[in-house]
């Protein structure tokens, strides 16, 4: 062994640089490999077991973001890879999966029951599992991000003969995804659907909320047309402006709804002529008596067509668009085609009552633009352009200095807004705009800035206006 280490030691002697480098590479290499090994081993998505529904519908929402994933033979975990686990945990939460876990029909008759259980008690457990598929129902309803159903039974008094029984009745809360909401149609469908759910319970005595705890009547909020208006007004506002430049076109819009909602059934036939026929003839004796019969079946085709038109009460009636352009800014070979246009981009049917009115107006701002240089002739054009000069460089100490003093101390929360923002800039911009309003001030105006201007707009347009940037 003593010579084998000196035989060693002289083949290492002239060797050591090259013996260093190897070395380091397979240290670096083993290194690199178990941060592999570490970031791509899959570890548990949730630190608690999940109830086998949940779970599929975890596992349904990765398969559609194509991401990769396993799970336990009991359906109880989702494994994900380590390095994946943040990223997939805040885009599940961000689509409100999984659900609370809601007992069923089902899951209530695979349960163990004892034979001297109370009737009361088996009521409970059945009206327990009748919530259950209700809440699953109504979750499956398009646009709605979670639904909970509570039913009271009618109160029994103990008198058999009792006629103020009180009936049975339901609150149904629905929280719907951020800037949809149920229509009338949809709200008497759910008020029926949960009534004929449990026995007794009527339509009437549905009670159904939104997630913000408002009641939802049915009736026409007062807000939902100016808010259309305001919708289309900005779209056609935000094309002209786009083409003529900010300040060239005012745009006005005005809608009016039906105000009652309508539920039209008509049923036509259709007829296809004589489809084929029989004849009949008998002749004979009866009693002496000699009788003839005879008898003719004809068959005809035909079509029965049954038409049903629902109207809600918000629906438009007529629609009123006024175009305000400025002659100084607008040509007169251009103003032919904006309403053309604005009738496109609006949707309005000119047949149906609808009215488009464009106009070329001098803009007060033009005219006060063209005395402009009149008056500035007589003022030194020297002494102006020196003031704003310093004007202009006044502004820029007093704006970037804070904001240098700022850039160190916000550090943390700059890397914050930027990694958040990597992660909404996948999502739907309804999404993105639900997770910026419950974040700080600072933080949203961070998240916003990192968006190019056409996504930042999108995403804007769901912000409610108190917290715009």
């Given at each position: 062994m003593p010579q084998v280490a000196r035989q060693t030691r002289a083949w290492l002697a002239p060797r050591k640089a090259a013996v260093a480098l190897v070395s380091a590479a397979l240290l670096a290499a083993a290194a690199l490999a178990l941060a592999q090994s570490r970031t791509s081993a899959e570890v548990p998505l949730y630190s608690v077991a999940l109830h086998?529904?949940?779970?599929?519908?975890?596992?349904?929402?990765?398969?559609?973001?194509n991401e990769p994933y396993s799970a336990d033979g009991a359906h109880t975990q989702v494994f994900v890879a380590h390095?994946?686990?943040?990223?997939?945990?805040?885009?599940?939460?961000?689509?409100?999966?999984?659900?609370?876990?809601?007992?069923?029909?089902?899951?209530?008759?695979?349960?163990?029951?004892?034979?001297?259980?109370?009737?009361?008690?088996i009521d409970d457990r059945r009206r327990a599992g009748i919530q259950g598929d209700l809440t699953a129902s109504l979750r499956r309803i398009k646009n709605v991000?979670?639904?909970?159903?509570?039913?009271?039974?009618?109160a029994d008094t103990g008198l058999a003969l009792d006629v103020q029984r009180p009936l049975p009745s339901a609150s149904v809360?629905?929280?719907?995804?951020?800037?949809?909401?149920?229509?009338?149609?949809q709200l008497a469908g759910v008020r029926r659907f949960v009534a004929a759910g449990y026995p007794g319970l009527t339509p009437e005595r549905v009670t159904v909320m939104d997630?913000?705890?408002?009641?939802?009547?049915?009736?026409?909020?007062?807000?939902?047309?100016?808010?259309?208006?305001?919708?289309?007004?900005?779209?056609v506002q935000t094309a002209l402006d786009a083409v003529f430049g900010a300040g060239a076109a005012v745009v006005r819009v005005n809608l009016r709804t039906t105000g009652t909602s309508s539920d039209i059934r008509s049923t036509r036939t259709v007829p296809h002529g004589l489809l084929d026929s029989q004849t009949g003839r008998e002749r004979g004796t009866e009693h002496g008596r000699t009788f003839f019969k005879e008898q003719s079946a004809h068959h005809f085709a035909y079509d029965t067509i049954v038409e049903k038109r629902y109207a809600p009460a918000d629906a438009i009636a007529r629609m009123s668009?006024?175009?305000?352009?400025?002659?100084?800014?607008?040509s007169a070979d251009q103003r032919g085609a904006v309403a053309d246009l604005v009738r496109a981009a609006a949707g309005a049917d000119l047949k149906s009552g609808d009215e488009i009115v464009v106009r070329a107006l001098t803009f007060a701002a033009a005219s006060a633009g063209n005395a402009g240089p009149k008056a500035a002739s007589a003022i030194d054009?020297?002494?102006?352009?020196?003031?704003?000069?310093?004007?202009?460089?006044?502004?820029?100490?007093?704006?970037v200095g804070p904001r240098v003093a700022e850039m160190?101390?916000?550090?943390?929360?700059?890397?914050?807004?930027q990694a958040m923002c990597g992660t909404l800039q996948k999502e739907l911009p309804q999404t993105a705009a639900y997770v910026l309003q419950t974040l700080p001030q600072d933080l949203r105006e961070g998240v916003l800035r990192c968006y190019d201007p056409e996504q930042r707009a999108r995403v804007e347009a769901y912000l409610p206006r108190s917290t715009h940037v």
């Open positions: 086998p529904a949940q779970a599929v519908e975890v596992e349904r929402a990765l398969t559609l973001w390095s994946r686990r943040r990223d997939v945990l805040l885009r599940l939460t961000l689509a409100g999966l999984p659900h609370g876990y809601v007992p069923t029909t089902s899951d209530v008759l695979q349960e163990s029951q004892s034979a001297f259980l109370p009737q009361t008690a991000a979670d639904a909970s159903v509570v039913i009271a039974p009618a809360q629905i929280v719907m995804q951020y800037g949809t909401a149920l229509s009338g149609a997630g913000s705890g408002t009641l939802q009547t049915g009736a026409v909020s007062g807000e939902r047309a100016p808010s259309r208006e305001s919708r289309l007004q900005t779209s668009i006024a175009v305000f352009l400025d002659s100084g800014k607008v054009r020297r002494w102006v352009f020196r003031l704003f000069v310093v004007a202009l460089l006044t502004i820029a100490a007093i704006a160190y101390a916000n550090a943390p929360r700059a890397r914050a807004a």
